[in-house]
């Protein structure tokens, strides 16, 4: 679970409703009509954007904003070391035996690979095409937050159209009025909060989390292509570490005065 999302997510509406309900009644922002537009508009917008197959494929990308977990950078650097000390040891098929303990399908299957001896190239070009789809698919779900960010405000300014025009019928009965003014303004509220404290917010921690996740792939990547050309652990680990900022650099006994 990303405790920041959550906690942004929760923080964000319950300032905003504390906000709300020190001007009265919280119900008066309660408004069915005016949800039905913003976030039944929206959603049918989204639909008739982008293909079913491409929905339900994103529903499971937007959920990395809550749950997915991406390894640190000091752990795939760890990770590497023992590998590489253990292929250094007892050769790189001693590597098998562990290869369904990694975490990720993408570091298993390039583990697979170097084990079974494919060329670093070919290794390479394989490993690349599942960066470049990862970040494909990706980038559909940013471009899907962001659709939902454009229409929920545009469908906001449909509601209070609406409930303008249901207003301007029914001046000669002014217990109309007001339930039609709530409409026009509602929405438009309903529709800048859905923009700017949810799928906004969501579209940027997608765009870092893709960010990191290809940048972990690109170090188990060269990880992986170093194993397979049995290289020096201690170039490995110099290799790996230009991936990290200065902070993020796993130094120590345990990783500098090992036998090789």
Do not use: W
């Not at 509601?159 to 207003?167: K, N, P, Y």
């Amino acid at each position: 679970m990303d405790l920041s999302t959550l906690l942004g997510l929760v923080v964000s509406f319950v300032l905003v409703g504390e906000a709300l309900s020190y001007g009265g009644d919280f119900s008066i922002f309660l408004n069915g009509p005016a949800a039905l537009i913003v976030l039944g508009g929206s959603c049918g917008a989204i639909m008739t954007n982008y293909p079913l197959r491409v929905l339900f494929r994103t529903g499971g990308i937007i959920r990395k904003t809550l749950v997915h977990r991406i390894q640190p950078s000091k752990e795939v650097v760890a990770q590497f070391m023992d590998l590489a000390y253990m292929a250094r040891r007892e050769g790189i098929l001693a590597l098998d035996a562990h290869i369904a303990d990694l975490e990720t399908p993408y570091l298993r299957k390039g583990m697979r690979l170097a084990v079974d001896g494919l060329e670093p190239e070919s290794i390479r070009a394989i490993l690349e095409a599942d960066i470049d789809n990862t970040h494909a698919r990706h980038a559909i779900g940013v471009d899907l937050l962001n659709a939902l960010a454009s229409y929920a405000p545009a469908l906001g300014m449909m509601g209070t159209v609406i409930g303008l025009v249901q207003m301007l019928r029914t001046l000669n009965d002014p217990s109309l009025i007001g339930p039609s003014m709530a409409v026009a303004l509602i929405t438009t509220f309903y529709g800048a909060v859905l923009s700017n404290l949810v799928f906004l917010p969501l579209c940027g921690k997608l765009k870092h989390n893709s960010q990191e996740e290809i940048r972990v792939m690109e170090m188990q990547l060269a990880g992986i292509l170093y194993l397979a050309k049995g290289e020096n652990p201690r170039v490995m680990r110099e290799m790996l570490e230009g991936f990290q900022s200065p902070k993020e650099r796993l130094r120590g006994p345990d990783y500098d005065n090992r036998e090789v």
